[in-house]
């Protein structure tokens, strides 16, 4: 009987940690590092379950190098700091196709990351951007793509040079998915 009880616990042991494990595989999957110009790195908990799509577009671009030395060309006060295009004029993008929105009630707040798009719900491609404040961005709930939240480094964000663009723009030093830089 003892032995029995012992050999039930180690299972349950070696399945927990088993799931643990993944579960942490799974979470740096869903991890970008961004390492930025204004000298720290910004940690984003990517949202695949709200935006499945635009969280394995980031994932993508950053494997591929494509964020690295991509200026912040659009930075408004008490609102948010953008980035993502290749130009560092607002009017680049990947060579992806832009994406369908995949919108949802994800509340904005100080540091969600959102999808830049046009005025066309479905043309967001690699154009990011990050909230400074809780009330700067609530308006957009529902009619961007929040695809993560900054869980550290957002002192960081908060230093990048603020314009439209700025005069001598901050930028992405070097992104990437955790585990794998």
């Known amino acids: 009987m003892f032995k029995t009880f012992c050999i039930a616990i180690m299972g349950t042991l070696i399945m927990t940690t088993a799931s643990a494990t993944s579960a942490s595989a ?3 999957e869903n991890t970008l590092l961004m390492d930025v110009s ?4 910004v940690t984003i908990e990517l949202l695949p379950d709200r935006a499945p799509k635009h969280a394995e577009r980031l994932k993508t671009l950053a494997r591929e190098g494509f964020y690295d030395g991509v200026v912040f060309h659009r930075v408004i006060p008490g609102f948010m700091a953008q980035t993502g295009d290749p130009t560092g004029k607002g009017t680049g993008g990947s060579n992806y196709p832009d994406l369908p929105a995949e919108f ?9 990351v959102g999808m830049a798009r046009t005025a066309d719900p479905d043309s967001a491609n690699s154009q990011f951007f990050i909230c400074f404040t809780d009330s700067g961005c609530s308006f957009l709930t529902g009619q961007y793509t929040v695809v993560g939240q900054v869980t550290n480094g957002m002192e960081y964000i908060d ?5 439209e663009p700025p005069v001598a723009p901050d930028k992405i030093v070097k992104m ?3 585990g794998r830089d």
């Open 104 to 112: 949802s009630d994800y509340e904005y707040k100080r540091g969600t």
């Open 26 to 28: 799974q979470s740096q």
């Open 176 to 178: 990437s998915v955790a």
């Open 38 to 41: 204004t000298g720290g790195r």
């Open 159 to 163: 230093q990048v040079a603020k314009g």
